[in-house]
């Protein structure tokens, strides 16, 4: 039986649940858990009425920590959202005290499946999941630059007219202000995008990336559709077992600290990140971006 569950249903994990309805992901129960048991509730019976037109059928209701014991994903949307001027790191306090105590009932579960994580700050939280959970790092997946990769697809994709399926470019390092695109290894088909780009559109581009969580926050007050989408991904890449390259937040020795890279994602979570052979300047801008993980993370007293 395959079966998620969603802590946490406001916009993020609520996009996550509708696009895994409207795409027929291939599980048999889908449960949703809130701090808010009525919205939980209101949020599941409004989904399993979709199930009528849906690709696929599956259970769809409102839960507790003690159905995490026999999921395959547990992921966690909970948590502080972004005000207006706010960044991802602003939410750290808060988050932290939201995830203690979500983990400590998922565990009291006995769950044994894979964390995904989605809260922000992210690479934060999805380090503080695989610490205070105990699992080995591979169990434990943060979705990363996976938005932000996708934003850049779209974006040269709606420059050069190429589907942004055709565009194989990565964002890497935090989930954040520090992020980069490491230009080089942004190829559009064979061929690297920096052949058909101009330096000021790919400027235009790497801050766009960068900022367009502000921008959408700044109008509609969040960001949700995106990172359903990114979640979904994520999910069918562990459900179908797919060895999929994605830019996961995923843990590394070295640096004792989750960021972002291009990781291949099957039904063991992370199987392996991928050596990427960067220019001298992109080493740097990784370098910078590990450092404000790690800055971020002593904020909390996690070294
Ligand atoms: P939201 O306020 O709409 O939803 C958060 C939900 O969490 C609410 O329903 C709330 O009741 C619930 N919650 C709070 N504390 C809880 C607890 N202890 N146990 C269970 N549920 C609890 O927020 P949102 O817009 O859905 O954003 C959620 C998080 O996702 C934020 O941290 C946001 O910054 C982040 N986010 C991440 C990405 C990404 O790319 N990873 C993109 C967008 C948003």
């Given at each position: 039986m395959k079966k998620i569950i969603i802590i946490g249903c406001g916009n993020v994990g609520m996009s996550y649940a509708y696009a895994m309805v409207i795409n027929g992901v291939g599980i048999d129960e889908l449960v949703l858990i809130d701090i808010n048991k009525e919205k939980a509730e209101g949020e599941a019976l409004d989904l399993s009425h979709a199930m009528s037109y849906a690709p696929k059928n599956f259970k769809c209701y409102s839960g507790d920590y003690s159905d995490c014991k026999d999921a395959t994903i547990v992921c966690i949307c909970a948590g502080k959202n972004q005000d207006?001027?706010?960044?991802?790191?602003?939410?750290i306090h808060k988050n932290y005290d939201v995830f203690k105590s979500i983990i400590s009932n998922v565990k009291k579960s006995g769950f044994d499946g894979i964390y995904l994580v989605a809260t922000n700050p992210l690479d934060i939280m999805t380090d503080i999941t695989y610490r205070l959970s105990?699992?080995?790092?591979?169990k434990v997946i943060g979705s990363g630059t996976t938005l932000d990769s996708a934003r850049l697809r779209y974006l040269i994709g709606n420059i050069t007219n190429i589907n942004p399926k055709s565009i194989h470019g990565y964002v890497m390092g935090e989930h954040g202000d520090s992020e980069f695109i490491p230009w080089d290894n942004v190829m559009i088909g064979l061929e690297k995008a920096n052949k058909f780009l101009t330096k000021k559109q790919m400027e235009e581009i790497s801050n766009e990336v960068c900022n367009s969580a502000y921008e959408i926050i700044k109008k509609k007050g969040n960001t949700s559709y995106g990172i359903g989408m990114s979640l979904l991904k994520i999910t069918n890449a562990i459900l179908n077992n797919e060895n999929a390259i994605i830019t996961v937040s995923a843990y590394n020795k070295e640096h004792d600290c989750y960021f972002s890279k291009p990781s291949i994602v099957n039904k063991t979570g992370i199987k392996k990140s991928l050596f990427i052979t960067l220019s001298t300047e992109d080493e740097r801008k990784l370098a910078q971006s590990i450092e404000q993980i790690k800055k971020n993370k002593l904020q909390i007293g996690i070294k």
């Open positions: 207006v001027g706010e960044t991802r790191t602003d939410l105990g699992f080995t790092p591979n």
